[in-house]
């Protein structure tokens, strides 16, 4: 999954996006509202982490501002821990959940694994498709009862696809969601990914759509 995080904190900002990338998920950091407002127009992300207290424009500007514009990204607003009118205007400006400040990082992660199940309809921390299951708090997957080992990037990229079964996915696409803004994102890699994937998961598990792209999903 990739998620954008606006958060001007220089400390706590960079600090989280190192704590999610360990947890799988590929991150671009906005350090101010402007800035995250341009990035969240964009058709790349599942999910925004968006403070409130933003410099150059307030992230209720910019979460009233995506509404407007039919965004409907979910949206984790942090606010400060007494400020309770702030919290109801995030709601009512379109915010999906809140967490105050300060926070565990591991009520953020919880948070938004409820956020992203909510978005895909998964009704647990469970993925399950073509015979695979996936679990996102051990970040492990189970094939024919067996755990298949998988490095950080084979797991971003199976599971962006076990949340797309049967859907054409383009490199790019893939590679959207597999890597943050500054990571090495060659999509020429995607080809190496897939080849290993086909055989830790099973070759008919991934199938080619030429000049499109991938699909998950064992023929019926």
């Not at 925004?48 to 207290?53: E, F, H, Q, R, T």
């Not at 606010?79 to 709601?91: I, K, L």
Request: hydrophobic share 40%.
């Amino acid at each position: 999954m990739r998620i954008l995080l606006v958060e001007d904190d220089a400390a706590l900002g960079p600090e989280l996006k190192t704590s999610l990338a360990k947890h799988g998920y590929a991150v671009d950091l906005a350090v101010n509202g402007i800035d995250g407002e341009i990035m969240g127009k964009e058709d790349i992300y599942d999910l925004v982490v968006l403070d409130l207290g933003l410099p150059d424009r307030s992230g209720l500007d910019v979460l009233r501002n995506w509404r407007a514009a039919k965004n409907n990204i979910p949206v984790l607003v942090l606010t400060a821990r007494s400020a309770w009118q702030e919290r109801v205007d995030g709601f009512d400006a379109g915010a999906d959940d809140y967490l105050p400040k300060p926070f565990h990082t591991e009520e953020l992660l919880a948070r938004m694994t409820s956020l992203l199940r909510r978005a895909n309809q998964q009704i647990s921390a469970q993925l399950e498709a073509s015979g695979l299951t996936l679990d996102e708090n051990t970040q492990s997957v189970i094939r024919e009862g067996v755990e298949v080992a998988l490095t950080g990037t084979e797991f971003r990229l199976l599971r962006y696809m076990m949340h797309n079964p049967g859907r054409v996915l383009s490199k790019l696409q893939l590679v959207e969601h597999m890597y943050d803004d500054c990571a090495e994102n060659d999509s020429n890699v995607v080809e190496a990914y897939i080849k290993m994937l086909r055989k830790k998961i099973g070759r008919e598990m991934i199938s080619t759509k030429r000049g499109q792209g991938y699909v998950f999903g064992a023929p019926r």
